[in-house]
């Protein structure tokens, strides 16, 4: 079984940044997509940014020009750096991984929060 730990979050100004991190408790072999979603309450889960097994990044529109997603392999980490927060930015932001066998796998989220 695989742990992800998000950590990072935290009460930020708007046009502020954060870095979050996932980390993962092993090396996992066979990765399909690595992601990370944002969920707000009452509402469901949201696609944020997302890296492929050929490392191409996607971006929801509502964030591009702002969040990078990467990865660092020899830390089995996941990272989601982001700038220019907005208030609207505010939400739980969980990473994902799925493999190539279709094996999902969530972290407990860490909430972001921006305001003045």
């Known amino acids: 079984q695989v742990q992800l730990v998000e950590s990072g979050g935290g009460l930020v100004q708007p046009g502020g940044s954060l870095r979050l991190s996932c980390k993962a408790s092993?090396?996992?072999?066979?990765?399909?997509?690595e992601s990370w979603y944002r969920q707000t309450p009452g509402k469901g889960r949201d696609l944020v940014a997302q890296l492929t097994r050929g490392g191409n990044p996607h971006y929801a529109n509502s964030v591009k020009g702002r969040f990078t997603i990467s990865r660092d392999n020899a830390e089995n980490t996941l990272y989601l750096q982001m700038n220019s927060l907005k208030p609207e930015d505010t939400a739980r932001y969980y990473c994902n991984i799925e493999l190539l066998q279709g094996n999902k796998y969530w972290g407990q989220g860490t909430q972001v929060t921006v305001s003045s």
């Open positions: 092993r090396s996992i072999p066979g990765i399909y997509l």
